[in-house]
């Protein structure tokens, strides 16, 4: 890069544009240089970078759902709430916000306000079978094995592969004498 600076004309260098190409040059690197230096502090981690993103696209529903995620992995539930919920108000018809408010309830054993969520996911999306395991998860805990058999099973049929369900599935089959 610097050998290109050096141009020659006529036998010298020209000084002055060589000491302006070299100041462009610094200062370009030195610009970017900046903005890497402060976006490592966005980025330290998930909160962090989340915050961010809402800051910058306050009417992005994924960059409120992604915050909820994390102030939901740091414990922080009721702030995880707040972004779920405005992920709702700003796309109402996406399923994971409904599924990731269900899954705080759950948490803290709001059972029925986490099946409310649960069964709205389902209903704006009747394919997204972590809404159905997380329901059948909730039957599961209030006993009701059937119903909660039920949902691992609907999971099953849209993703045969979903190992989580199987294992619910024969966690009550086991329970209930019932092998399959």
Not at 6 to 22: A, T
Not at 97 to 118: D, F, M
Request: charged share 20%; net charge positive.
């Amino acid at each position: 890069m610097v050998f290109c600076l050096l141009q020659p004309s006529k036998g010298r260098f020209h000084v002055p544009w060589l000491l302006i190409r070299c100041f462009v040059f610094v200062g370009i690197v030195f610009f970017y240089s900046m903005g890497t230096y402060q976006r490592i502090f966005v980025w330290k981690d998930e909160l962090t970078f989340w915050e961010d993103a809402v800051k910058k696209s306050p009417k992005k529903p994924k960059a409120h759902n992604n915050l909820g995620n994390a102030y939901y992995n740091k414990g922080l539930y009721k702030e995880a709430i707040r972004e779920y919920k405005r992920a709702v108000f700003l796309f109402p018809n996406w399923e994971k916000p409904y599924n990731n408010l269900g899954n705080v309830y759950a948490l803290q054993g709001l059972y029925k306000e986490a099946i409310e969520n649960y069964k709205e996911s389902i209903k704006i999306n009747p394919n997204f079978y972590k809404a159905y395991n997380n329901l059948g998860l909730i039957y599961y805990h209030q006993k009701n094995y059937a119903k909660a058999k039920e949902m691992f099973q609907e999971a099953l049929k849209i993703n045969p592969n979903n190992k989580y369900s199987i294992y619910w599935i024969d966690t009550i089959n086991s329970q209930l004498g019932l092998m399959e």
